[in-house]
């Protein structure tokens, strides 16, 4: 079966950027919210939202931001639990996952 999502590497690349914010840089360079799943890809806006804002990613921000829309708040804490360093890796998975669908769609698109 074909993983079109690792939710795995995207909750390592988030927690990694909560607590380094400079690792937004790097991730950045190969994903947009459309990457993300669910959650996962309202966090990574409000990361990219608070770097618009001229503050840094990191989890009181993110938090602060996403309230509001009555976000789960526990589930940012922990996922920023779950940093352990391997952004750089995660942030490649989650980029081939995203490529994977995106060919997955092309060809339910040209077979319909």
Known sequence: MIQLY???????????????????????????PAHFK?????IYSAMLQA??????PELATVSM??????????YI?????LCSGRASGAIK??????MRREALN???SSIQ
């Open 6 to 32: 690792n939710l795995q590497a995207e909750k390592v690349v988030l927690g990694s950027i909560l607590i380094t914010p400079a690792l937004l840089i790097e991730a950045k360079k190969l994903l947009t």
């Open 51 to 56: 770097e618009i804002n001229g503050e840094l």
């Open 106 to 108: 092309s060809l339910n």
């Open 38 to 42: 669910g959650p996962n890809k309202q």
């Open 65 to 74: 931001l996403l309230y509001p829309e009555g976000f789960d708040i526990s």
């Open 93 to 98: 998975l989650i980029y081939e996952a995203f």
């Open 77 to 81: 804490t922990e996922i920023a639990s």
